[in-house]
């Protein structure tokens, strides 16, 4: 495996963990970013570089792939960059709209019923996807709505317990209680 697919590879990997909710954003600075995807959009390059060796279905599922990567990588650096749910949900639709596409023109190798099956099979596999990514987003909405649930109630505790204080005491109590629940939401 050549530097490229390597780096490849591990990109495409990282976005399948970030799609699992496995890593998080770590915020690249803005120089960092658009030299990333320079070296993307170099790799880019190489890599269908090579699929121009190939004809026919081959040539075809090879620039499939490469472009799915490509757009795969350049979501995932955008994710990194931002750490904003918009970009996440980018990079979700990257990653099954490349499997998608793939997947489909492997399809173009069968004719007949056998194609038709292998297409309904991709577009499937694609709007499963889909929903998962929207129940998933969901969750992820449902469960911070809990989480701003929880602080607002402890702070409320927190705000109780220390009406029970005076003086500085109850100052340096507000104060604490704000720092830990307050503050968050």
Known sequence: MTRTQHTTHALVALAAALVCG??????YSKPVLDAARDDVKAQYKVNKDACDKLSGNAKDICVADVKGKEKIALAWLDYNYSGDAKDQLKLNEAVYDARYDVANEKCD???GESKDLCQREAKTARD?????AKLNKKVADAVDDAEVAHMKADYKLAAERCDTLSGDKKDVCMASA????HERW
């Open 178 to 181: 704000k720092a830990r629940y």
């Open 128 to 132: 499963k996807a889909k929903a998962d």
């Open 109 to 111: 190798d069968l004719a």
């Open 22 to 27: 496995m890593a998080q954003a770590s915020n």
